[in-house]
């Protein structure tokens, strides 16, 4: 059996369509910046690999700005924002963010702004009552991720959206929606958010190139100075050949999308399935975004099964476990209020439309087999 690759909300491999794009593009080298008709050929197949981003989140071409990927997106929403307002009113965020986000609140805090992290229910779901209560004084930003990188739980937009504009309808909302793309639908502007990151990588397209939908422009100032590319907001030389890559796994996803998560939520049952007869606990939600399933064996260590998998030839991540070297629980386990035990067995599987039924079952075989290995070796029972 060919290795299973089961950690598709780390990375996802490149599809097939988006390696023929790149290797066709790679005689591309003129600068789409150059006025000269080299460069303006660079330049429509970036604006064409735009158009099919925009397409897949249903916004215009031009609020899309391209970056490196989702971090920088994070970043140049938060502090782009808060830059161009230079007013000084509470920024709201949720304990269970991606550290692209929760670093840049700790940054922003140790400058003097004051930041609320809201609490989170047992499912990972942000408490709206919290959220009404901080909205009770004026608010500059609130940024809040769609989907949970660990756990896959969704979180509730429409009522958070609404429950902001009712009761301060300037605030700018910001989503991370890097898990979000191409997983559950989301459109940022029919939901009203005003900025939403998003990544390539994490849609069979390659590293090193995402995008910030901006529903205005002029919210934002760069991080970057320079040459003033993607509309004065992210100076550099455009990544051509990540940005091509990007847009064609954008095109093949939006052509695929309504198949692709089919297949991605039967794989997900069929794994659950799996899991039945074995003792272990679903952590993410039932309601969660398909792609994602936490799971938490009791009295086995995490990293010890991840290894044991990969030796198998089976890749998985340990999600929101303990640190291998600090011993300490992820925030996004904390925050949920798992105990050290059921936190220290968390495998992160995640799956993507490459998959198959075939690499499940061989997968859940895998685990049942690794399991009584160390249930053997521990003189225990797995069931």
């Not at 909205?135 to 989907?147: D, E, F, T």
């Amino acid at each position: 059996m060919e290795p299973i690759y089961l950690d598709n909300a780390a990375t996802t491999p490149l599809s097939p369509q988006v390696i023929a794009a790149i290797t066709a593009a790679m005689t591309l080298y003129a600068n789409p910046s150059s006025l000269h008709g080299l460069g303006l050929e660079a330049e429509k197949i970036v604006d064409a690999a735009r158009a099919n981003v925009a397409r897949l989140l249903g916004v215009s071409p031009a609020s899309l700005i391209f970056t490196s990927g989702g971090t920088e997106a994070n970043n140049l929403a938060i502090k782009g924002f808060l830059a161009r307002s230079r007013q000084r009113g509470r920024l709201v965020t949720s304990a269970i963010e991606h550290p692209s986000v929760l670093e840049v609140f700790k940054d922003l805090e140790q400058q003097g702004w004051e930041v609320l992290r809201l609490p989170v229910d047992a499912q990972g779901k942000v408490l709206l009552p919290a959220l009404e209560e901080a909205l009770a004084q004026p608010v500059q930003l609130v940024s809040i991720m769609a989907v949970n990188n660990e756990t896959g739980t969704v979180q509730p937009l429409r009522e958070i959206v609404s429950s902001i504009r009712a009761r301060q309808p300037q605030v700018c909302i910001h989503v991370d929606a890097v898990q979000a793309l191409g997983k559950i639908p989301f459109h940022p502007a029919e939901l009203g958010v005003n900025l939403a990151s998003v990544s390539a990588h994490k849609i069979h397209g390659p590293k090193g190139a995402g995008a910030l939908y901006a529903d205005r422009r002029d919210l934002l100032l760069p991080l970057l100075w320079g040459g003033g590319q993607e509309g004065g907001l992210r100076s550099g030389t455009e990544n051509v050949l990540g940005i091509i890559g990007f847009g064609r796994a954008a095109l093949e996803l939006a052509k695929n999308l309504d198949a692709n998560l089919t297949h991605v939520g039967k794989l997900r049952s069929r794994f659950l399935n799996g899991l039945q007869g074995l003792s272990c606990k679903v952590i993410s939600p039932a309601d969660g975004a398909p792609h994602i399933l936490a799971v938490s064996f009791p009295g086995f260590r995490g990293e010890v099964l991840l290894q044991a998998l990969s030796a198998h030839g089976v890749y998985v991540s340990t999600g929101a476990a303990c640190s291998g070297k600090k011993g300490q629980l992820s925030h996004v386990a904390e925050a949920m209020g798992l105990d050290r035990e059921t936190a220290g067995g968390l495998l992160r599987f995640s799956f993507s439309a490459l998959n198959t039924e075939a690499e499940i079952e061989y997968a859940l075989h895998k685990i049942r087999q690794v399991l009584q290995e160390l249930a053997f070796v521990q003189g225990r029972s797995t069931r």
